[in-house]
């Protein structure tokens, strides 16, 4: 009898079992880390920290936010390299805590996957604690789906600075190193009775693949340029300005994109149909005295 028992224990759970093992873990499908320095971290060195993404299924968006500690500033973050082309939040630091959200038209998969570098500086001995305080992405799968991201704490020492050596400065070293201006981009067009009283926007996202974008400056037609983030609302609603965008990455290197006059104002469709209406009537007048020759 006991035989027996352990034969229909095993016939009904080692197939279970075994499901279990090969079974797909949705759940741990994706993990957030932090890429850590070879070399030791002395204090006053500036250490880039590129937070990855792994994911065994195609994602087309991910949002979070890292929570930070630690005797250490935040330099900069830049988004160089990374495999999110979109970013309705940029990777944004608000007191001691960096939240992002980005998307990228195309799902991406694979291992150690860029998403943004931290540029941290310490001032001083101890631990530098980088925290994933929550993080989430989206299948590209037509639905959006929604699946968790696995995340670690981490933690990267500081020693004390070796009198002798030189401090090190990664950050300053990438942007030296980057010669290349960001990547073309496009221009958008926009209008939505939800957003800016109904008014013609612009929206444009650039990337650059080494020192990351720095920001935007925006001429609108003959007005002044301006500093600008990934939209602008325009000031001439009769869209017969040229708009022209450029892109400066964090070396001072340049892109500059240009939307054209999508309409023409009232004084230049006068003008156009006025020197239209002269041509006519001049090349009217030589076919006149043409003919006039010709028969006399």
């Known amino acids: 009898m006991k035989k027996y028992n352990r034969t229909l224990l095993l016939t009904l759970f080692l197939p279970i079992f075994l499901f279990a093992l090969i079974a797909p873990d949705d759940a741990n499908a994706a993990s957030i880390f932090i890429k850590k320095p070879l070399e030791s971290v002395r204090v006053g060195d500036t250490v880039l920290l590129p937070v990855m ?11 979070g936010a890292l929570d930070l500690d630690g005797p250490f500033n935040v330099a900069s973050i830049n988004t160089g390299g990374s495999v999110i082309s979109l970013w309705p939040k940029t990777p944004t630091l608000a007191g001691k805590e960096i939240s992002f959200a980005g998307g990228t038209p195309s799902g991406v998969y ?30 590209a799968d037509g639905k959006g ?33 980057d010669k290349n201006p960001p990547a073309p981009f ?35 037609g ?16 009769s869209l017969s300005s040229a708009i022209e965008v450029t892109a400066i990455d964090n070396a001072g290197n340049v892109r500059t994109e240009t ?3 999508q309409k023409t104002s009232g004084f230049k469709t006068l003008l156009v149909v006025a020197l239209s209406l002269i041509g006519i009537a001049f ?5 006149y005295r043409f003919r006039q020759r010709l028969f006399r």
């Open 259 to 261: 939307l054209y006059p």
């Open 53 to 63: 993404i792994n994911t065994d299924q195609e994602i087309n968006a991910i949002e």
């Open 186 to 220: 496009a221009i958008d067009l926009g209008r939505d009775a939800a957003l800016y009283n109904n008014k013609y926007f612009v929206s444009f996202y650039a990337s650059d693949a080494e020192s990351g974008v720095k920001g935007y400056e925006v001429r609108e």
């Open 145 to 177: 789906t929604k699946i968790p991201i696995a995340a670690n704490d981490y933690e990267i020492d500081v020693i004390k600075s070796d009198g002798g050596a030189a401090v090190k400065n990664d950050l300053a070293s990438l942007v030296k190193k």
């Open 283 to 287: 090349a009217s007048w030589i076919l």
């Open 110 to 139: 694979g291992n150690a996957l860029r998403l943004f570098t931290i540029a941290a500086r310490p001032f001083a001995i101890g631990i530098i604690h980088i925290k994933v305080k929550e993080a989430a992405a989206y299948l």
């Open 222 to 237: 003959n007005f002044p340029s301006v500093s600008s983030g990934n939209t602008y609302v325009l000031r001439d609603q």
